[in-house]
């Protein structure tokens, strides 16, 4: 039996605790925060989608590095694994679009309960408010010491501090000052799965406005295309988030010093220019007499509508039987190619995940503990692991968190 310290109370330092204690380890858990799972709480927009019900292989394509890695760690726990053990506890689970895993209440907060009734159930020690400064080593012993100085030995420890992203939860970069001390490459960190600075001043008017069913295409200055998929997004007073942006920031969050990129929104995906032109002729010809504000109304949304007039450089008070087929043109570029320059991603409080941390070169992927200095494990997002959105990133937190702590004994 090894008495195991986990820096860390949220996914993969529970997951780990877990894993750990029932190998019948003594385990403490040392959270910095008043509780355990603060930021698990606010995952899902507070509803905490847990995993995702697919397949392993789906699971890897959803990985954007280091996948490979992540084989034994994902055959270790897998995402039914993880349904199984929280449903055991007494709390269900649903599965939703994209085969997104929710609990049935859609709180977050019970999926954080059957954790802490695990941990409870099978004798962990659970220390909240304490904020671990130093991390130590000697002989075969760890050392942690908290702020205020006091040291607790152990004879492994478990680094589930978490990253950058979501600040005020306490994902503040701790784990990548303990790997550095230690001799750890930390891969550049960037905020990924965040919403974009936008130039265009027309995000603000729209402000509000969710779109559904249209198709967002990111290009660089070379017109190079990195992203280009159909789903929602949202404008805000910033410029633009929702799904397909959040998604689209994982393929260019570590690009933006290199690269300018432009956001190229398609409102209508499902025509072509032509089928669309013919569309906008046949609104024309119903609204012959009106002003070209006043004709759209059922191809575009109201609020889209004298912005996207404005980018074709229509006179919204113009009458439609006086626009000439080349404006006619023009409003169809812009409604299949409305253009918005990015200016930069959101901070790591907007950021879901962080892409970058602690080399996976540097860790056994078959334990994942360190192996440049022995009895020291890193798990969960301060490892340089990231994936797209749908669940795949608590999944790595948990598979990894589990493996660490079931290789203890």
Same mark, same amino acid.
């Given at each position: 039996? &090894?008495?195991?310290?986990?820096?860390?109370?949220?996914?993969?330092?529970?997951?780990?605790? !877990?894993?750990?204690?029932?190998?019948?380890?003594?385990?403490?858990?040392?959270?910095?925060?008043?509780?355990?799972?603060?930021?698990?709480?606010?995952?899902?927009?507070?509803?905490?989608?847990?995993?995702?019900?697919?397949?392993?292989?789906?699971?890897?394509?959803? !990985?954007?590095?280091?996948?490979?890695?992540?084989?034994?760690?994902?055959?270790?726990?897998? &995402?039914?694994?993880?349904?199984?053990? !929280?449903?055991?506890?007494?709390?269900?689970?649903?599965?939703?679009?994209?085969?997104?895993?929710?609990?049935?209440?859609?709180?977050?907060?019970?999926?954080?309960?059957?954790?802490?009734?695990?941990?409870?159930?099978?004798?962990?020690?659970?220390?909240?408010?304490?904020?671990?400064?130093?991390?130590?080593?000697?002989?075969?012993?760890?050392?942690?010491?908290?702020?205020?100085?006091?040291?607790?030995?152990?004879?492994?420890?478990?680094?589930?501090?978490?990253?950058?992203?979501?600040?005020?939860?306490?994902?503040?970069?701790?784990?990548?000052?303990?790997?550095?001390?230690?001799?750890?490459?930390?891969?550049?960190?960037?905020?990924?799965?965040?919403?974009?600075?936008?130039?265009?001043?027309?995000?603000?008017?729209?402000?509000?406005?969710?779109?559904?069913?249209?198709?967002?295409?990111?290009?660089?200055?070379?017109?190079?295309?990195?992203?280009?998929?159909?789903?929602?997004?949202?404008?805000?007073?910033f410029g633009i988030s929702g799904p397909l942006v959040l998604s689209a920031s994982c393929y260019i969050c570590d690009k933006l010093k290199d690269h300018t990129f432009t956001a190229y929104i398609d409102l209508k995906p499902a025509l072509d220019r032509e089928?669309?032109?013919?569309?906008?002729?046949?609104?024309?010809?119903?609204?012959?007499?009106?002003?070209?504000?006043?004709?759209?109304?059922?191809?575009?949304?109201?609020?889209?509508?004298?912005?996207?007039?404005?980018?074709?450089?229509?006179?919204?008070?113009?009458?439609?039987?006086?626009?000439?087929?080349?404006?006619?043109?023009?409003?169809?570029?812009?409604?299949?190619?409305?253009?918005?320059?990015?200016?930069?991603?959101?901070?790591?409080?907007?950021?879901?995940?962080?892409?970058?941390?602690?080399?996976?070169?540097?860790?056994?992927?078959?334990?994942?503990?360190?192996?440049?200095?022995?009895?020291?494990?890193?798990?969960?997002?301060?490892?340089?692991?990231?994936?797209?959105?749908?669940?795949?990133?608590?999944?790595?937190?948990?598979?990894?968190?589990?493996?660490?702590?079931?290789?203890?004994?």
């Amino acid at each position: 039996m &090894s008495k195991v310290l986990i820096i860390g109370g949220g996914a993969s330092g529970m997951m780990a605790g !877990i894993a750990a204690v029932y190998n019948g380890n003594e385990v403490h858990i040392f959270e910095k925060n008043e509780k355990l799972g603060k930021k698990l709480f606010i995952t899902g927009k507070g509803r905490c989608n847990i995993t995702n019900a697919s397949d392993i292989e789906n699971h890897f394509s959803h !990985i954007l590095r280091n996948e490979k890695f992540l084989y034994r760690a994902y055959h270790t726990l897998n &995402s039914e694994d993880v349904c199984t053990m !929280i449903e055991n506890t007494g709390v269900k689970t649903k599965i939703e679009r994209g085969d997104r895993v929710f609990p049935l209440s859609d709180k977050s907060s019970d999926v954080i309960w059957a954790l802490e009734k695990m941990l409870k159930n099978a004798g962990a020690f659970i220390h909240l408010n304490t904020e671990i400064r130093q991390l130590k080593t000697d002989s075969n012993q760890v050392c942690v010491v908290d702020r205020k100085g006091k040291e607790i030995r152990g004879d492994k420890c478990i680094v589930a501090t978490g990253g950058l992203s979501y600040q005020t939860t306490g994902s503040t970069g701790d784990g990548y000052g303990f790997a550095r001390q230690f001799g750890h490459k930390i891969e550049n960190t960037y905020p990924s799965l965040v919403p974009f600075n936008i130039k265009e001043e027309l995000c603000r008017e729209l402000q509000g406005l969710a779109l559904k069913n249209v198709c967002l295409t990111i290009v660089d200055e070379k017109e190079k295309m990195y992203y280009s998929q159909q789903g929602e997004m949202l404008f805000t007073h910033f410029g633009i988030s929702g799904p397909l942006v959040l998604s689209a920031s994982c393929y260019i969050c570590d690009k933006l010093k290199d690269h300018t990129f432009t956001a190229y929104i398609d409102l209508k995906p499902a025509l072509d220019r032509e089928r669309l032109d013919r569309r906008v002729l046949k609104d024309f010809k119903e609204n012959i007499n009106k002003n070209v504000n006043n004709s759209l109304d059922r191809l575009l949304p109201k609020k889209m509508i004298m912005p996207v007039i404005e980018l074709a450089k229509i006179d919204p008070y113009k009458k439609v039987n006086e626009v000439t087929k080349k404006e006619r043109e023009q409003l169809v570029k812009i409604i299949k190619n409305l253009p918005l320059h990015i200016l930069s991603m959101r901070s790591y409080n907007e950021a879901i995940i962080t892409r970058g941390g602690v080399s996976v070169k540097d860790i056994n992927p078959k334990t994942m503990e360190s192996k440049l200095i022995p009895n020291i494990y890193f798990v969960g997002e301060v490892l340089d692991l990231d994936a797209k959105t749908g669940g795949y990133n608590l999944q790595i937190a948990w598979s990894t968190g589990y493996l660490a702590g079931s290789s203890i004994y």
